[in-house]
């Protein structure tokens, strides 16, 4: 008997047939997509920083892969955004191939988004990751800013070569390693607090580098409260093996009376400079006569004799006074190896009714000093940078007025190049800690995520 099959019977004898004549042959078939794993996609952070309209923003490694396919022919994409406001997924370009990708985000508006990293594996499987994103607002000078993220607090930082910097901290007693062209997080950093039997901040404020050896200061005045922390009272040395990516940094000596050594010497010579009273209980730091430094850097063709720039008091401590420097002769076997200190005559400086934030000087005895407001509220003060040649009785000449208009105070100085030659730049670092980055009202030191915390860093132009 003759038995009709119908025709989608029909089609489906012979689609099992060809699956079956196809599997005989050792030809993959769909069949083989249920062997396909779930892909996964790993993100070295969640939480990244960029900036409106920024140049070198830091971009994040994405790794893919799935089992039972070749990682180049995963998909790559950002599928969504929380607040396309700030960043659409649109705005975020994933390049490369295989199983390493890179996601870079063009921010277009400040605050904080979530943008959903999506894998599409082969048998339509996904995987997604979430990554935490802040943008902050447009600076000036974009194309040579660069944005040192960890900390927002940068206060003293010194060149290393090879295109790397060591930065300090006036929150912490973390040193950190960055590389200077380029924003992002340290590459290395070292913790120095126990190693000088600190449990708090040194309120590190200042650095200079002779050969293999850094000298960082503390603020060597009270906190903000007008409270003694004796922690503030520390000088110490860094010794500097290698250079570039490979630096390493080992604490070296140090001392922890430098301030008082400076109020008896001040009371040995009348007082003059008020020390003692800049330094008594409930006196702010940051006051025009208070006691607060916030630069070092030693005299022309001097590897012993250092100058204290002062951010507080002024002298005299009235508006249009003077930004002082004491000369520590004897500052190598100070912070090197604890010795009193022996101080020099006062040197006074107009710097137009500004204090000194920072001072540095180059191989042929070039200075720049970053001159800003002594008070504490400092994000729109105005700054300065001024040339001096380190001699006490020359007086200072004023470069360039520093932009204000972007959050942060100017506070380090990296390198002083040749000023004689037209077009030479320099690289100035702001203690951001204090501002308001995101839009929310926090500032930058609270932020919960230390990814999101961040300093500028920026080119100027400084030669003739």
């Known amino acids: 008997m003759l038995h009709q099959i119908s025709l989608p019977g029909r089609r489906a004898a012979t689609a099992a047939g060809g699956v079956l004549l196809l599997a005989a042959l050792g030809v993959n078939t769909p069949a083989q997509a249920a062997s396909y794993g779930t892909p996964t996609i790993g993100l070295p952070v969640s939480y990244l920083s960029g900036a409106v309209g920024a140049s070198g923003d830091p971009v994040v490694t994405v790794t893919v892969a799935q089992s039972g396919a070749d990682a180049s022919e995963l998909g790559v994409a950002v599928s969504a955004s929380s607040k396309p406001a700030v960043a659409r997924a649109d705005d975020v370009t994933v390049t490369g191939s295989g199983a390493t990708r890179t996601l870079a985000v063009a921010a277009r508006g400040r605050g904080y988004t979530d943008l959903t990293v999506k894998v599409t594996g082969l048998g339509g499987k996904t995987a997604t990751k979430t990554l935490h994103y802040a943008a902050s607002a447009a600076a000036q000078n974009a194309a040579d800013t660069r944005y040192l993220t960890g900390s927002a607090d940068s206060s003293a930082a010194v060149d ?184 020099g005559a006062p040197i006074e400086l107009d710097l137009g009714g500004l204090s000194i934030r920072d001072i540095r000087k180059n191989a042929a005895d070039q200075y720049l000093i970053v001159a800003g407001s002594w008070a504490a509220d400092d994000n729109s003060a105005p700054y300065a940078l001024y040339t001096w040649d380190g001699v006490p009785a020359h007086a200072p000449v004023k470069r360039i007025d520093l932009p204000t208009t972007d959050p942060g105070g100017w506070e380090a100085v990296v390198d002083v190049p040749d000023l004689t030659v037209p077009g030479a730049r320099a690289q100035l670092i702001t203690d951001s800690g204090s501002a308001d980055l995101y839009g929310d009202g926090k500032e930058a030191k609270d932020l919960d995520q230390a990814e999101w915390k961040k300093s500028r860093a920026v080119w100027f132009t400084v030669g003739r």
Do not use: C, H
């Not at 040193?175 to 708090?200: E, F, H, M, N």
């Not at 409930?282 to 006691?291: H, L, M, N």
């Open 160 to 343: 290393v070569g090879g295109g790397y910097i060591v930065v300090g901290d006036d929150e912490s007693n973390t040193l950190r390693l960055y590389d200077r062209s380029a924003s992002g997080g340290p590459v290395r950093s070292w913790d120095v607090g126990a190693q000088l039997g600190l449990s708090k901040e040194v309120d590190i404020e200042a650095a200079t580098r002779v050969g293999d050896t850094i000298y960082w200061t503390g603020s060597l005045g009270n906190n903000k409260d007008g409270v003694y922390k004796a922690p503030r009272n520390t000088v110490f040395t860094t010794t500097v093996t290698g250079s570039g990516a490979d630096t390493q940094l080992k604490v070296g000596g140090s001392y922890k009376k430098l301030r008082d050594d400076l109020v008896a010497w001040d009371k040995a010579n009348g007082n003059r400079l008020g020390f003692a009273a800049g330094t008594e209980d409930g006196q702010a730091p940051k006051q025009i006569d208070g006691f607060n430094v916030e630069g070092l850097e030693f005299a022309p063709g001097s590897t012993t004799t250092a100058y204290l720039g002062f951010r507080a008091p002024l002298v005299p401590p009235k508006t249009g006074g003077k930004a002082l420097i004491v000369p520590v002769t004897n500052f190598d076997k100070v912070a090197g190896s604890g010795a009193k200190a022996v101080m």
